[in-house]
C-alpha cells in the first residue's frame, strides 16, 4: 500500500508543478530567437516522465494485486514497465521536438519495440 501512495504522491506532485509551470508566463520552450530553449524542455521531460511513469507503474501494480499476485514482485514490474514507458515517450518526444521522427513513425516504432519486449519474455 505504501508504494501506491508514493506512486500517487509522485504524480500528483508532478502534475501541480506542470500546471503552475503552464500557467507562468517565463516558462516558454522557446527563446526570443525562435530557438528551442532546451532548460526549460529538460524540465517538462522531467516532469511528464515522473508522471507517466507513475501511472504506469500505478496501473500495473492495482492490476496485478487485483489478481492476487505476489505484492513483491508486482512492485518490480510495474516499476520496470513504468520507466520503460516513460522513457520511449520522452525520447519519442524529444526525436519529434528535433524533427528527427514524426508521431506516427516513433508510435509505430514503440508499439513494436514493446510488442517485441511481450513476445521475447
Do not use: C
Not at 517538462?44 to 505476489?70: C, D, N, T
Amino acid at each position: 500500500m505504501k508504494y501506491a501512495v508514493i506512486q500517487g504522491i509522485i504524480m500528483t506532485w508532478s502534475v501541480i508543478f506542470l500546471y503552475y509551470l503552464s500557467r507562468s508566463s517565463f516558462f516558454l520552450p522557446l527563446d526570443p530567437h525562435g530557438k528551442v530553449n532546451w532548460y526549460n524542455v529538460s524540465i517538462l521531460f522531467i516532469l511528464l516522465f515522473l508522471f507517466l511513469q507513475g501511472l504506469v507503474s500505478m496501473i500495473i501494480y492495482l492490476v496485478r494485486k487485483a489478481l492476487k499476485k505476489p505484492e513483491q514482485g508486482s512492485r518490480l514490474f510495474s516499476m520496470k514497465w513504468g520507466l520503460g514507458v516513460g522513457t520511449i515517450f520522452i525520447m519519442l518526444v524529444a526525436l519529434n521536438i528535433t524533427h528527427l521522427l514524426s508521431w506516427q513513425w516513433g508510435i509505430i516504432i514503440s508499439a513494436v519495440v514493446i510488442l517485441g519486449i511481450i513476445l521475447i519474455k
